[in-house]
């Protein structure tokens, strides 16, 4: 009983310093892991993942760029999911470090030259000045907060890239 009793806060710790205690995201992606929203594999794009742990015991969501994050984020049952997320850890890889952020608490610049895995993206970072320095480097639009995000923002650059890819698709056909 002594035994355990020593060896139960080292297990503690390790488990805080694994991150299976503290919530944090997954950092190993499965190859055959696929975003929920728009079925791409997630592997191949590491810079660019974001994740969903909407409970205690619930596996990581894992999305290919913080765009489809937020349309499961705001339409969840469209994707079989959750329809409240309000709870919800989200996690963002800042740009800039690939280090994995609270998205509840980064900050997102909208309209850059940079282009995610599809498309236009929102690029998360840990602080405002981080996204002002990324804004005026990349021709940004805007800085938004997780709470400034909305849906109807979200399913516009998804509508613009689905142009893109139409497009694509047509002049394709035409050669």
């Given amino acids: 009983m002594r035994a355990i009793r020593r ?42 993942l974001s994740q969903i742990i909407s409970g205690g015991d619930a596996k990581p969501l894992v999305f290919d760029g913080v765009k489809d994050m ?24 800042n740009y800039y470090t690939l280090d994995y952020i ?7 610049v909208i309209g850059s030259d940079v282009l995610g895995p599809m498309g236009d993206e929102l690029i998360p970072f840990s602080t405002r000045q981080e996204a002002e320095n990324f804004r005026k480097d990349h021709q940004g639009t805007a800085i938004l907060t997780f709470e400034e995000i909305t849906s109807s923002q979200i399913m516009e650059m998804k509508k613009k ?14 050669n």
């Avoid at 705001?74 to 963002?92: C, H, K, M, P, Q």
């Fill in 161 to 174: 890239h689905m142009m893109k890819m139409k497009k694509k698709k047509a002049m394709q056909q035409a």
């Fill in 7 to 48: 060896a139960a806060p080292v297990f503690l710790a390790l488990l805080v310093v694994s991150g299976i205690a503290s919530g944090k995201p997954l950092h190993e992606v499965d190859q055959s892991e696929k975003c929920p929203v728009c079925g791409m594999f997630v592997a191949s794009y590491e810079q660019w």
């Fill in 70 to 93: 937020m349309a499961y984020y705001f339409n969840g049952e469209r994707y079989g999911g959750d329809t409240d997320l309000s709870t919800a850890e989200i996690w963002v890889r």
């Fill in 102 to 108: 609270d998205g509840r608490q980064a900050y997102y």
